[in-house]
């Protein structure tokens, strides 16, 4: 698999804005809330040009039932693919073009992980550069090792995350 990294683009926000709306087609009442997260809903961050959705279910169990039609969206239903209340999907093959991680509105810290670091990186636009850098840095090192590109940015995304968490538990503080 080709790793690529390209320039924000406005137009991820529309491609969140359309997918969503056929996911929430979907999970209709089963769905609390979605959210763009990941890399391409931070304005300026350099990104692998795929649109990472979040809806937050009431009951993850449920969301099994709905596998069919994913799939007729062109989604492959990977299940937990190793992480605890998850159900992840992904769209486009080796081209991939959306992820969507699904967590129970009840699973507090994994939805609040993936908020907290898109607004700090949203907040914070020297680290969302750092990140950037380091994301070329990684695939002009490894164009064709999506692994090796991951495991790359593994310190950098802990030390993120953590920041990102500090920092919101000052801001609640306030």
Same mark, same amino acid.
């Given at each position: ?9 406005? *137009? ?71 992480? *605890? ?28 992980? $993936? ?8 907040? $914070? ?50």
């Amino acid at each position: 698999m080709n790793v690529v990294v390209t320039e924000y683009n406005d *137009n991820w926000r529309q491609k969140f804005s359309e997918e969503s709306q056929r996911i929430k087609d979907i999970f209709v009442d089963e769905l609390i809330d979605i959210h763009h997260i990941g890399s391409t809903s931070v304005p300026g961050l350099k990104s692998k040009p795929i649109i990472d959705i979040m809806p937050v279910v009431k009951d993850i169990e449920k969301i099994d039932s709905f596998n069919g039609r994913m799939e007729e969206l062109g989604y492959e239903c990977m299940g937990e693919l190793g992480m *605890n209340g998850r159900r992840y999907f992904r769209k486009g093959g080796d081209n991939r073009t959306h992820q969507v991680h699904v967590f129970q509105g009840d699973n507090k810290e994994d939805i609040t992980r $993936h908020l907290v670091v898109r607004d700090y990186l949203r907040s $914070h636009t020297d680290e969302a550069n750092r990140y950037g850098v380091l994301k070329e840095s990684l695939v002009k090192q490894f164009p064709r090792d999506i692994e090796a590109y991951m495991d790359g940015k593994d310190e950098f995304v802990k030390e993120l995350e953590s920041k990102a968490l500090s920092w919101y538990k000052m801001s609640k503080e306030r």
